[in-house]
């Protein structure tokens, strides 16, 4: 059973330095047991320790746990998806004049308290006589479009109503966090004289949402996650510790990870080998990872 799972971010553009001292923002190194750097030629066996080290935007260096091959159980690389957002299209029927019709939007990435709250915006339209279905979803778009707190985009023409979630930029909020992708149900109704919502119209679900992968807040997000590992822990209370990133604003990643098994010994009543799972995660700019990729292979495949 996995009691302990460690792991650490460091994100690289992809560029080798010859060594340590040469290293500049964003390049990687990967030493060897005497501080040498490990070259595509060497001969290598899997007893041998290995180190990755990244340099910071600000300077500073990052370090990885120590890898030996043969304590690498396995190494994915996961290249960049562009996110997707979600679409639904709303088709109104011809209404009747002096019926009421709601359209309801519910924010189903809003789960902040609990699952019980989501965020629903709920808009309604009176059919006036001479009424038709490309009026009234004329005047939905525009409800739609005016509300501030709509997480949606409304769009098309005619009776068709197109519902398309909004992007969430990579902006940061306060505290450093980032929101996530907004998803959503609709629901099209008319409204009878006795407060009873009957079905109208129809919904369908155009294009599914993709949170993709390797967009930088996701990565950003993880390396965030990781931090109390090096002893940031304050992520709610003022001052927020800001903590040592690697990951850079703007920039799409692949991913690299390599799973390890750490053995050490115990001082508890429990002798011999315990394991414990380690975890390097590597983001590498979207198509810069060839050559790192074939190093970290090298060694889990020494």
């Known amino acids: 059973m996995v009691t302990n799972r460690v792991y650490r971010v460091l994100a690289t553009n992809g560029?080798?330095?010859?060594?340590?001292?040469?290293?500049?923002?964003?390049?990687?190194?990967?030493?060897?047991?005497?501080?040498?750097?490990?070259?595509?030629?060497?001969?290598?066996?899997?007893?041998d320790f290995f180190t990755i080290v990244v340099k910071a935007p600000n300077g500073e260096l990052?370090?990885?746990?120590?890898?030996?091959?043969k304590d690498i159980k396995q190494v994915n690389n996961g290249a960049y998806r562009a996110r997707v957002e979600q679409v639904?299209?709303?088709?109104?029927?011809?209404?009747?004049?002096?019926?009421?019709?709601?359209?309801?939007?519910?924010?189903?990435?809003d789960k902040e308290i609990l699952t019980m709250r989501q965020n629903k915006r709920s808009y309604?339209?009176?059919?006036?006589?001479?009424?038709t279905a490309t009026t009234l979803a004329d005047k939905?778009?525009?409800?739609?479009?005016?509300?501030?707190?709509?997480?949606?985009?409304?769009?098309?023409?005619?009776?068709?109503?197109?519902?398309?979630a909004d992007s969430i930029a990579?902006?940061?909020?306060?505290?450093?966090e980032?929101?996530?992708?907004?998803?959503?149900?609709?629901?099209?109704?008319?409204?009878?004289?006795?407060?009873?919502?009957?079905?109208?119209?129809?919904?369908?679900?155009?294009?599914?949402a993709?949170?993709?992968?390797?967009?930088?807040?996701?990565?950003?997000?993880?390396?965030?996650?990781?931090?109390?590992?090096?002893?940031v822990t304050n992520r709610t209370k003022w001052p927020v510790e800001p903590g040592l990133y690697t990951t850079v604003s703007g920039v799409n990643y692949d991913v690299i990870i390599v799973e390890a098994e750490r053995e050490y010994e115990s001082n508890s009543a429990t002798f011999g080998l315990v394991q414990s799972p380690v975890s390097v995660i590597i983001p590498v700019t979207s198509g810069a990872g060839v050559a790192l990729l074939a190093l970290i292979n090298k060694i889990a495949n020494a």
């Open 140 to 164: 939905f778009r525009t409800k739609i479009n005016d509300d501030p707190a709509s997480v949606v985009t409304a769009s098309g023409s005619g009776a068709s109503i197109i519902l398309t």
């Open 62 to 69: 990052v370090f990885s746990s120590r890898l030996r091959g």
């Open 15 to 47: 560029t080798e330095a010859a060594s340590v001292a040469a290293l500049t923002a964003g390049q990687y190194v990967i030493l060897k047991e005497d501080g040498s750097k490990l070259a595509t030629a060497d001969t290598i066996t899997d007893e």
């Open 88 to 109: 639904s299209t709303v088709t109104v029927a011809a209404p009747t004049a002096g019926q009421e019709y709601n359209l309801a939007i519910i924010n189903t990435s």
């Open 210 to 231: 993709d949170p993709g992968a390797g967009n930088f807040d996701q990565v950003r997000t993880l390396e965030q996650r990781g931090q109390g590992y090096v002893g």
């Open 124 to 131: 309604s339209v009176p059919a006036v006589v001479g009424e």
């Open 178 to 208: 980032y929101q996530s992708q907004y998803t959503f149900e609709v629901f099209l109704s008319e409204v009878n004289n006795f407060g009873y919502a009957l079905a109208f119209g129809s919904v369908a679900a155009t294009t599914a």
């Open 170 to 176: 990579s902006t940061a909020d306060l505290i450093g």
